[in-house]
Antibody, heavy 133, light 112 residues
């Protein structure tokens, strides 16, 4: 049974860097069928996508955070990480990591591609991060 | 970004009664491969969100069959045939057609 375990500080000083890690167990992080994503939830609010990373290392970031965010993958440690620079009080939120499944297979014989997507099936437990001096 | 709009935002339901949540996207979520990239998630009190429905109408593993999803293009619906007490939570739709993935505001389902 795959699990995502989040770790990282719950308190970050303004202007510093928020760093969180998500450790994957029960399945391989080294599969091209998965992508790995970070999502946050401001207090009492809805969900906001921060960005995601594919097995290839390709990333997509929310344009609203792109200048400050980095998501990376460490397959040797079965981890992926979030770094958010220059934080302010507006970055106070619960941060979630999650695994999505999406891949394509191709049939040379039939000359067509097959598309598979199964949503964000596995989530971490969430980390409350408060930005305060 | 694709804007997702849910209604209602609050949904009181009597146990055993049906419930329905609507989700509308600012542009079609129908991809050229024929799939509608719309998911439904529920966040139960004090928990992380969990997947209910993917690609508009496919139940995730372990999801009871009283949950069903439908829709195409820009309009989608999550239906619960008979609400149970354990269904309390905030329900979100999410589009996965293009990044950044975006969520609806959430619908708070509560038991009357």
């Amino acid at each position: 049974q795959v699990q995502l375990r989040q770790s990282g500080p719950g308190l970050v000083r303004p202007s510093q860097t928020l760093s969180l890690t998500c450790t994957v167990s029960g399945d391989s992080i080294n599969s091209d069928r998965y992508f790995w994503t970070w999502i946050r939830q401001h207090p009492g609010k809805g969900l906001e996508s921060i960005g995601l990373i594919y097995h290839s290392g390709a990333t997509h970031y929310n344009p609203s955070l792109q200048s400050r965010v980095t998501i990376s993958l460490d397959t040797s440690k079965s981890q992926f990480s979030l770094r958010l620079n220059s934080v302010t009080a507006a970055d106070t939120a619960v941060y979630y990591c999650a695994r999505g499944t999406e891949y394509t297979s191709s049939s040379v014989l039939l000359k067509r591609s097959y598309y598979y997507y199964y949503g964000l099936e596995v989530w971490g437990q969430g980390t409350t991060v408060i930005v305060s001096s | 970004d694709i804007v997702m709009t849910q209604s209602p935002l609050s949904l009181p339901v009597t146990p055993g009664e049906p419930a329905s949540i609507s989700c509308r996207s600012s542009q079609s979520l129908l991809d050229s491969n024929g799939y509608n990239y719309l998911d439904w998630y529920v966040q139960k009190p004090g928990q992380s969100p969990q997947l209910l429905i993917y690609l508009a109408s496919n139940r995730a593993s372990g999801v009871p069959d009283r949950f069903s999803g439908s829709g195409s293009g820009t309009d989608y619906t999550l239906e619960i045939s008979r609400v149970e007490a354990e269904d309390v939570g905030i329900y979100y739709c999410m589009q996965a057609l293009q990044t950044p993935y975006t969520f609806g505001q959430g619908t708070n389902l509560e038991i009357k």
